[in-house]
């Protein structure tokens, strides 16, 4: 079955350090992968799509088959990147597709 | 303004007082779904629609129906609530299904069932 893992609830950086959100799956299948992100008292809205290999608001995630995972890397942490952050697997069948969440690591950044 | 509605923002309800939250789209999006938010356990799918009459299963459907009869509409319905269906709804939607494609969110829905 498809799952993904955020094995970090909270992470707490102080501005300027690296960031790393780390996020594992497991899937049989050809995986798509997404970051979502969610700011306080806004919508969830996409951050990063493993397909476009793009690097948004300073953030990036890579893809790497051989150990599973698509952590989001970002060098700089800055205060407005405190937010949930959710790594998303999406899977396709005959006439179906569906969306896993992982559970969220909520990243905040220490001034 | 492109975007997804939901009505209401917020819900209290009684047990067994049968509910339906309302979502729209005016992206013409093809696919459309609905999540729940809990703490600890992130989003789950409760059900999903490809396009019009057609709609699916996610991980969590139990206590919940939906329908899909106009291309923009997607409503959750709770025939007879209970109190673990408290809960932060989302609606999303997005183009028809293809790699990479971003689901657009609505602002969600808290629900809480007495």
């Known amino acids: 079955a498809q799952r993904v893992t955020q094995p970090e609830k909270l992470l707490s950086v102080f501005k300027g350090a690296p960031v790393e959100l780390k996020c594992n799956y497991s899937y049989s299948g050809s995986p798509e992968l997404f970051w979502y992100v969610q700011y306080s008292r806004q919508r969830l809205q996409l951050l990063l799509r493993h397909i476009s290999r793009e690097s948004i608001k300073g953030f990036t995630a890579d893809l790497n088959k051989g150990e599973t995972s698509f952590h989001l890397k970002k060098p700089f942490a800055q205060e407005e990147d405190s937010a949930m952050y959710y790594c998303a697997l999406a899977f396709a069948g005959a006439g179906s597709y569906q969306l896993t969440f992982g559970k969220g690591t909520k990243l905040s950044v220490i001034p | 303004e492109a975007q997804v509605t939901q009505n209401p923002r917020y819900l209290i309800t009684v047990t067994g007082k049968k509910l339906t939250v309302t979502c729209s789209q005016n992206?013409?999006?093809?696919?459309m779904s609905w999540y729940r938010q809990d703490p600890g356990l992130g989003l789950r799918q409760i059900y999903y629609s490809m396009n019009v009459e057609v709609t699916d299963k996610g991980d969590v459907p139990e206590g919940y129906k939906v329908s899909r009869k106009e291309k923009r509409n997607f409503p959750l319905i709770l025939e007879s609530p209970s109190p673990n269906q408290t809960s932060l709804y989302f609606c999303?939607?997005?183009?028809?299904?293809?790699?990479?494609?971003?689901?657009?969110f609505g602002p969600g829905t808290r629900l809480t069932v007495l």
């Open positions: 992206m013409n999006h093809e696919y």
């Open positions: 999303a939607s997005s183009r028809v299904v293809t790699v990479g494609n971003e689901q657009f």
